[in-house]
T-cell receptor, first 114, second 112 residues
């Protein structure tokens, strides 16, 4: 069985500060891992994905994430937060043989203070 | 770009009503999904479909059914809406490789 845990339902940072959103997963098969972002009243947009290539994955809007198998983690980072980064972020896992079914974490709402 | 559209952004229905949520994708993808999103619970899979007329239960299918008569369209049906089905409903489709899911804008349903 697969599962995803996002540590912290709310994270608040100051503009210009480091953003770190934590995600841990469990999977019995080699995982695909994703980060999605949801802006208010919108659907989910893919930020980045890991599909067994490079362990450090770069995404849109300056975000990146590192797959660490030993820690079963896929934390999302951005060196310098911008006000426009305020949104809800979801980590998700899929097995490579599971037809694209995703298991999502609970979500982390990111607030950015001026 | 993949486009996934949902028939309504907001819906208000009464308890006991039959509710149809429609989703259309324009990329001829085989796989389509329905999720509901609730605060603190993330997204939970209701049903998915791998092809026309095929459907599989997800994690929370109770109280829902689906229909896939055409490849581009996947409908979620609430046979008799209840207040605990008030939620945001998101439709998705994924790329042929199965790696990436593309989401519609969501339908926010309120059941009174």
């Amino acid at each position: 069985a697969q599962s995803v845990t996002q540590l912290g339902s709310h994270v608040s940072v100051s503009e210009g500060a480091l953003v770190l959103l934590r995600c841990n997963y469990s999977s019995s098969v080699p995982p695909y891992l994703f980060w999605y972002v949801q802006y208010p009243n919108q659907g989910l947009q893919l930020l980045l994905k890991y599909t067994s290539a490079a362990t450090l994955v770069k995404g849109i809007n300056g975000f990146e994430a590192e797959f660490k198998k030993s820690e079963t983690s896929f934390h999302l980072t951005k060196p310098s937060a911008h006000m426009s980064d305020a949104a809800e972020y979801f980590c998700a896992v899929s097995g490579s043989n599971q037809g694209g079914k995703l298991i999502f974490g609970q979500g982390t709402e990111l607030s950015v203070k001026p | 770009d993949v486009k996934v559209t949902q028939s309504s952004r907001y819906l208000v229905k009464r308890t006991g009503e039959k509710v149809f949520l429609e989703c259309v994708q324009d990329m001829d993808h085989e796989n389509m999904f329905w999720y509901r999103q609730d605060p603190g619970l993330g997204l939970r899979l209701i049903y998915f479909s791998y092809d026309v007329k095929m459907k599989e239960k997800g994690d929370i299918p109770e109280g829902y059914s689906v229909s896939r008569e055409k490849k581009e369209r996947f409908s979620l049906i609430l046979e008799s809406a209840s207040t605990n089905q008030t939620s945001m409903y998101l439709c998705a489709t994924n790329s042929p490789s199965g790696e990436t899911q593309y989401f519609g804008p969501g339908t926010r349903l309120l059941v009174l």
